[in-house]
């Protein structure tokens, strides 16, 4: 299957600080990315559709404004957690909409621990 | 909307019997559904895929699922289950491949 790869595995940052994670498709194009929060033994939340060349879509009570996030090309979606805190500690995953003749499938990402200290 | 129940938070098993994971999904038209694999501190891997071809989907690992229209499920089924096998199962429902419907997970637990 196709790959995503996200970098870095684990990030520890201070309170105050920004984090940027990176999301690559690696053998395929992606226009479209989605990026996740998952709280431990949870399900996955939807928290943004990121598309190539334009603005990211948020979902309902998702800060665009902490959570930024870049589409800057077919391969590369970036998520950057502004002025973090605690609260905001959690596995992020992002997924990449690989289109082939059978149809479109999702790939993810291995997933980002942030913690913030 | 588009929704789906996983109706058990935990199936254990022992390792070589099969394995049930159940499934149900709420729809207004014709969905795709995936089944996704979680292992500890991991990212999701897809497992099968119904997208209105087959009904009875084969995945990875020995997986299958059948999509059954008139009872709205699409219940993960493996004969055999390894001890590799123990995670978190998600069952997802995808409207128009623009976002991913999530059930809650079951965890799988496989004793030897």
């Known amino acids: 299957g196709a790959v995503v790869s996200q970098h870095p595995s684990r990030v520890i940052c201070k309170s105050g600080t920004s984090v940027k994670i990176e999301c690559r498709s690696l053998d395929f194009q992606a226009t479209t990315m989605f990026w996740y929060r998952q709280f431990p033994k949870q399900s996955l939340m939807l928290m943004a559709t990121s598309n190539e060349g334009s603005k990211a879509t948020y979902e309902q009570g998702v800060e665009k404004d902490k959570f930024l996030i870049n589409h800057a090309s077919l391969t590369l979606s970036t998520l950057t957690v502004t002025s973090a805190h605690p609260e905001d500690s959690s596995f992020y995953i992002c997924?990449?909409?690989?289109?082939?003749?059978?149809?479109?499938?999702?790939?993810f990402g291995e997933g980002s621990w942030l913690t913030v200290v | 909307a588009q929704s789906v129940t996983q109706l058990d938070s935990h199936v254990s098993v022992s390792e070589g019997t099969p394995v049930l994971l159940r499934c149900n999904y709420s729809?207004?038209?014709?969905?795709?559904l995936f089944w996704y694999v979680q292992h500890p501190n991991k990212g999701l891997q897809l497992l099968l895929k119904?997208?209105?071809?087959?009904?009875l989907v084969k995945g990875i690992n020995g997986f299958e699922a059948e999509f059954k229209k008139s009872e709205t499920s699409f219940h993960l089924t493996k004969p055999s289950a390894h001890m590799s096998d123990a995670a978190e199962y998600f069952c997802v429902v995808s409207p128009g491949f623009q976002k991913l419907v999530f059930g809650t997970g079951t965890r799988l637990l496989v004793s030897p």
């Open positions: 119904y997208t209105s071809a087959a009904t």
């Open positions: 997924s990449a909409r690989y289109r082939s003749g059978s149809g479109n499938t999702i790939y």
């Open positions: 729809s207004s038209y014709s969905p795709s």
